[in-house]
Structures are given as C-alpha cells and as structure tokens.
C-alpha cells in the first residue's frame, strides 16, 4: 500500500462544449466545421453528414451565427469561455494548490487535448473528468467522454480517468439554480415560468434508451420507472425542472417545459420554446420568466437565442416582459457546488479541511 504521501496526485478536468476564436464568419465556420463534423452530434450516416455539412450549412450558417455572436460577445471574449474561466479559477481556490483544474472544451480552444496535457505536465496520475452537462445527452456527455478517452489514450503513460456522473437531480445544483433564479423569479408577478432546454432529435432519444422500447413511446415515459431514465435527456431535464419548480414555490399551473435551438427538418424533442412563446403570449400572458438549466454558463442559446429572439417573439405576440434568468456562471454556490459534486465522485481529491466542509454540508 501506498503511504499517503505517494498516493497519486489527482486532478479536476472541468468540460464544456466549445466556442468560437471570435464572432469573425472564418472562426465561425472552423468552430462548425468541427462541431457539426462529429457523429454523436449530426449521427447520420458519414457521406450524408459531409453533404449536409459542406452543401446545406457552412456555406450559409457561418456569417449568420458570426452576427448573432457579435451581439453577446465582451471586452474578455466569449462569454461561455469567460465564465468557464472564471468557474475554474474558483473551484482551483477552493481545492488548494495541491490539485491542478483545468477546463478543455469538446470543440475549438482551449482544447480536451490542451488540458488534459496540462494535468500530465503538472505531474497528475489521476483525472477527475467533470462534463458541465447537467444532463445526459450522447452528442455532450458521449462526445466529450468520447474525446477524453481517445486523447488519454494517446499518451505513453495513460492516466487513471473518474467521471463525474450527470448531476441533473444533484442538491447542489439544484440549490445553485434556484439560488439564482429567485432573485429573478416572482411568483406573484409571474403568470408563467418556462424552463428551456437545448433541443434533441427525437431520434437521438431513442438511440440512448437501451430497452429500444421506453422512451417516447408513452405520453408518461419520462415518469414511468425504467433503465431507460438514466440515460433519458428528455426525462432527467423533466426532473430538473420539476425539483427546481418546487425549490421555487411554483404550482404545476405556472410552469412548463420547453426545449430550444432546433436545426434541421427531423422531429426535435417538443414542444418548442419560441413557438410556445408565442402561442402564450398571443393567449394573453403578459409576465413571465424563462430559465435555461441546461447551461450552466450563460452562451449564444441563453443570450441570443432568448434574451434577445426570445424577447422579440414575446413583445411581438402581445407579451408585455420576459425575465431571462442568468446561468450559474462563475456564481459562488456554483463553484461550491461543482466542488461537492466532484468530491462525492472522487473523496480522495482534495482531503483538505476547505473540501471536506463543502462535501458535508448539504445545500443552502
């Protein structure tokens, strides 16, 4: 057995999913390129993919998403990349300096590859992988899972790989959220709250149900118990929204369940966010707050696609205000959490007096 001071050093991987260089349509079209190229994300066959690809969308999408970006983008750049920074550096404060942090993105820079040779460099034997996907999803969590694996493999000396498991229903999280959203949330001013969710195909669904006769086969699905809900994205978004409503104080009148940013023709995980929001509002609903607990870093889909098209669709339908709630960001119970929830992952991380607190404790 190893004595204490030989165990092996051990270090946090923080994943998200990527940004471009800049809102430029040339680092546009290289970060799409890369995205849209990878078959957990457009799981079409590879000749149809490339035709999709090269014929149908980078052709045209680049300069569109190049303008959309230049509207959310800062002084510090991405915003998806400023705030995951800013998570990392906090949760590097937290587990002491004993224990090397990075964040890789799935796509574009800074790169899987990029951090996970930082860790090796920093002398680390075992990674803690921890994929900022509160949900299961095989295009996020497979692709970035997928990608870790290929990259570690590709070293002489392999490090022992931990992955944090969705955390969709985690307390934490959960108290996170709702710490955030109830300074944005008002019950008695809003008549409705819309919980959005980034879209899935339906098919996508299906293809992670390993019973092949569960999900979206009942209007119940998502509720009904089966083997199938642990790798269900439509069912552990269903959840989150659910505990979240409750931590709110939210009758099951005043919520509902949304899913946005679809592409394509397919049939994409229902109903829709924009088109709810107009129907709503062409109703006569007036007042009313959305959240995205499918980010935990406020990016393109939270403040273009809602706080900004969403907006746009609600005033032009009758709406009066739509109360876009921030993601978690660099929040502080955010980085609190994301500690505990990788502690309970791995307890050997960081045993230090700071760490065990945060891994006690329950949510505020």
């Not at 083997?227 to 009148?253: E, I, K, M, N, W």
């Amino acid at each position: 057995m190893l004595a204490a001071h030989d165990a092996p050093k051990t270090g946090l991987l923080l994943i998200n999913l990527g940004t471009p260089k800049s809102p430029a349509p040339h680092d546009v079209r290289v970060y799409l390129r890369e995205f849209l190229s990878d078959p957990r994300v457009l799981d079409m066959p590879a000749w149809k993919r490339w035709l999709v690809l090269n014929l149908f969308i980078l052709p045209f999408r680049p300069r569109r998403s190049g303008e959309a970006y230049s509207k959310i983008w800062t002084a510090s750049g991405s915003p998806l990349l400023v705030h995951g920074t800013a998570l990392r550096d906090k949760v590097r404060a937290r587990l002491g300096p004993e224990v090397p942090v990075e964040l890789g993105m799935r796509y574009a820079e800074p790169s899987i590859r990029t951090a996970l040779g930082a860790l090796v460099r920093a002398g680390v034997e075992r990674v803690v992988v921890f994929p900022l996907y509160p949900q299961y999803s095989s295009a996020a969590t497979g692709s970035s899972l997928e990608c870790v694996f290929a990259e570690a493999g590709r070293l002489q000396n392999t490090p022992y790989l931990q992955v944090v498991p969705p955390f969709y229903d985690h307390p934490a999280f959960v108290s996170a959220c709702a710490g955030i959203a109830r300074g944005h949330v008002d019950v008695s001013r809003h008549e409705i709250v819309f919980f959005s969710f980034h879209g899935l195909p339906e098919r996508q669904v299906r293809k992670s149900d390993p019973t092949g006769a569960h999900c979206l086969a009942s209007g119940d699905c998502c509720e009904r118990e089966s083997v199938a809900r642990r790798f269900c994205y439509r069912a552990h978004c269903r959840t989150t929204a659910r505990l979240l409503a409750a931590a709110l104080g939210l009758p099951d009148s005043r919520w509902m369940v949304v899913f946005q940013s679809r592409l394509g023709r397919d049939p994409w995980l229902v109903p829709q966010t924009d088109l709810v929001l107009a129907e709503k509002a062409r109703q006569g609903v007036r007042r009313a707050a959305i959240l995205s607990p499918a980010f935990v870093a406020d990016c393109l889909e939270t403040l273009e696609e809602l706080a900004l098209r969403g907006r746009e669709t609600w005033r032009e339908n009758g709406g009066e205000s739509l109360d876009v709630v921030p993601c978690l960001n660099g929040d502080d119970a955010w980085a609190d959490a994301a500690v505990r929830i990788a502690l309970e992952t791995c307890p050997g991380l960081a045993p230090t007096r700071e760490t065990v607190r945060l891994a006690a404790r329950g949510p505020a």
